[in-house]
Structure formats: C-alpha cells, structure tokens
C-alpha cells in the first residue's frame, strides 16, 4: 500500500486515474487540485472515502505543496493547463501551471527524497505527416508547436534535469490523446457528441485531415500504474494504443452512432499551427514493462462514451454554453 499524491486529480485523466486506482489497488489517494474552469469534484464522487482525500489548492503554492509531499510516498503530476486552443489565445496561466508549478512540486519531491512520476503528452515531439512510416519513440527529438505543447516540453526537460542533477526519483509518460468519460466539453470528441445532443452540427477545424492517436483513459491510467510499479528512475515511457484516426472519420463515426447523416457536420476556421499528426511507437512500454492496452475497440469505446455524456448532462451541462460561446467568438 503507497499513499498517492495526485495533482489535477479533479480533471479529465487525473479523475479516470483517481477512480482506476482506488479500484484496482488498496493505494490511498490525496487530490490536489486548483479546480480552474476545467477541474470538477463531480468527477470525484462515490469513492471510498476511507482511503480519498481532497485539497484545493495551487501546485505553484510551495508552502501547500511541501506539506503534501511530506505525507505521500509516491506523487502522480495531472496536474496542467490542457488546452491547445486556450493556450494560443491567453499563453500565461500555461507558463504558471505548466513550468513553475512543475518546478515547485519537483523541489518538493527532490527536498522530501519521493517518488515522482510526471505525465506528459506525444505533443512535445511535434508532428509527422500523414506518410510518415515512423512513429514518436523515447528517442525523437522535442519540437513543440504550440505555447501548451512547449510548457510540456519545458517541464518535461525541468524533471529530466533533476533526475541528473539532483538525483530526484523520477519517471515521465508521455502518452497519446485520450477519449472517456469525464473530459470537459471544450475538447474535440465530448466537444462534437455534446454538440449532437443540442441539435448543433459537429465542428472540423480545417480539411479534417488531421490525425490523433487515441487511448482510452483507463489504458493510461493501468499503463501510469505500471511505469510507478516498475519503471526506471530517470527513464522515458511512451504510452499509446495504436489508435491513429483522422478528424473526419471520428465525427462521421460520432454522428452514426448518434443516428445522424454522416456528412451532418461544418468545416470551420482551422487551428494556427495546428499539429497534423501525433502517432506513437509504444514499444519500450510494452517490452519493458509488460503493459498491454485493454480497449483496443475505437468502435465500442466511442458507442460508451456517447452513452456517458447522455447519461451525465448534469456533469457536462453547466459548462456547455460558456464553451460555445468562446468557440464562436473565434469562428469555430
Ligand atoms: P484537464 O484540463 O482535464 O485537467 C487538468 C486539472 O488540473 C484540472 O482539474 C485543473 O483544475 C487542475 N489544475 C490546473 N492548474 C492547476 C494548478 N495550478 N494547481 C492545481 N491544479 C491545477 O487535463 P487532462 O486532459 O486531464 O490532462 C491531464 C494531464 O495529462 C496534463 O498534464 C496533460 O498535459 C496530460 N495529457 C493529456 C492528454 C489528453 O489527451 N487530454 C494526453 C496526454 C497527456
Ligand atoms: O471542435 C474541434 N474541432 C476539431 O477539428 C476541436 C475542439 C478540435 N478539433 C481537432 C483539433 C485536433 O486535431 O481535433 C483534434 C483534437 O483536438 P483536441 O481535443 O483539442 O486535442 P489536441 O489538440 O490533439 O490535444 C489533446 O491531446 C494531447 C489534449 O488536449 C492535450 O492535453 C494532450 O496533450
């Protein structure tokens, strides 16, 4: 049994992680967590609170954070500013969340002697084009795109620095996009099902051309599990599922599903910069590690996900229509 410290536990992955783990395990788990726009108690309830704990607080707030990591034996790091498209029109909460916040729990774990694990994302590599017979590996150069993907790569190469130079006790993930329940409206998959749900067409940035690679979030939960559980300090692990799609595709197979045309959709203003595909090698993860991914279905995956999002409107509603209007302000 490990006490967990779980940052940005009330978001998206963290969440999914936070649910994984108290069933899968007998882990305790502590939350800490800001709850900006984009974190939810809601996604928190019905765990067993004799092993769960929540704070809300800031990780860039040191005097919080040395007092939790004290108390932890291992630190799981969510915690982020996610958002490509926030990232391109208000930069700054990015560099505070991303890098100094990264920086401050880092200190802490380095000061405390404890066990850390950062999660990061493909994006940090860049992007490949639609041909590319090679995929992201531990070994691909970082070229980030934008100022989210950059903060990521910053801290990033901050955890790989105190590994060296501090000795700090350290692993990174970097892992594919990720689909399932409790991810905020603003992203693309929640963002087009919500979309069908209020009688509005589904969004494509551009042509649709664009490829991701996508995981389930309870595969990059069981796959964070096992590099905690068995991966070596100082060392790189990327996670994915073999899961690249084009945008197109994933909203014509959303609007099937949900008994629509599936040319139901509208083209709109494409993101600046946008990345035109992630795909990642997954390998090492695999050999080394012996993970294996559990939701190979896109198909099935997606048909879930859809049911949860009409069976959680509580969940996803209040969040609904400050979203949209943001989204048409920028023609999108
Ligand atoms: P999210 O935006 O859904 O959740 C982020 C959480 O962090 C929220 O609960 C928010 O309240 C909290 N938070 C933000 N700033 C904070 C601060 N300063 N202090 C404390 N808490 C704060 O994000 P997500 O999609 O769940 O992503 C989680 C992590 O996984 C991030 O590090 C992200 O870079 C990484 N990641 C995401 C994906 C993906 O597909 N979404 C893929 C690979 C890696
Ligand atoms: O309405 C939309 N229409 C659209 O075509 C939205 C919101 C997105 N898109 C496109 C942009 C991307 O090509 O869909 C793709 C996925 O977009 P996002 O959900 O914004 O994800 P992405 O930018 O790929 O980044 C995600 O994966 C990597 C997460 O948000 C990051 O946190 C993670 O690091």
Not at 200 to 215: A, M, Q, S, T
Request: with cysteine.
């Amino acid at each position: 049994m490990s006490r967990l410290l779980v940052t940005g536990g009330a978001g998206f992955i963290g969440s999914n992680f936070v649910h994984y783990v108290l069933k899968e395990t007998d882990h305790t788990v502590t939350v800490l967590d800001k709850l900006t726009y984009a974190g939810n108690l809601e996604s928190l309830k019905g765990l067993p609170q004799d092993r769960f704990n929540f704070v809300r607080g800031d990780i860039a707030d040191a005097a919080l954070v040395d007092g939790l990591v004290a108390g932890a034996d291992v630190v799981v790091h969510y915690a982020a500013e996610s958002h490509n498209d926030n990232s391109l029109h208000d930069p700054r909460p990015f560099l505070d969340t991303n890098i100094i916040g990264t920086y401050v729990l880092i200190e802490a774990a380095r000061k405390h002697g404890k066990r850390f694990h950062h999660i990061s994302t493909d994006e940090v590599y860049g992007d490949l084009e639609l041909d590319d017979p090679e995929r992201f590996t531990e070994q691909t150069p970082y070229n980030p795109s934008s100022p989210y993907s950059s903060t990521k790569a910053g801290s990033d190469l901050l955890v790989r620095a105190w590994v060296r130079s501090f000795g700090l006790q350290a692993t990174i993930s970097n892992c594919s996009n990720n689909y399932g329940p409790y991810q905020h409206v603003e992203k693309f998959i929640p963002r087009q099902i919500t979309n069908v749900i209020d009688g509005i067409r589904p969004k494509l940035y551009g042509k649709g051309e664009n490829v991701r690679d996508w995981i389930h979030a309870n595969d990059h939960s069981s796959a964070v599990l096992a590099i905690i559980d068995k991966g070596i300090i100082g060392e790189t692990y990327l996670i994915g599922a073999d899961g690249e799609k084009n945008n197109k595709d994933v909203v014509e197979l959303i609007l099937k599903h949900m008994g629509q045309s599936p040319d139901a959709y509208d083209h709109v203003v494409d993101r600046p910069g946008h990345d035109l595909r992630y795909a990642i090698d997954s390998t090492r993860l695999r050999t080394d590690i012996g993970w294996e991914p559990q939701f190979s279905n896109f198909d099935a995956g997606i048909e879930d996900t859809i049911a949860w999002y009409r069976e959680n409107e509580d969940w996803w509603r209040p969040q609904k229509s400050v979203t949209e209007a943001k989204y048409k302000e920028q023609g999108q």
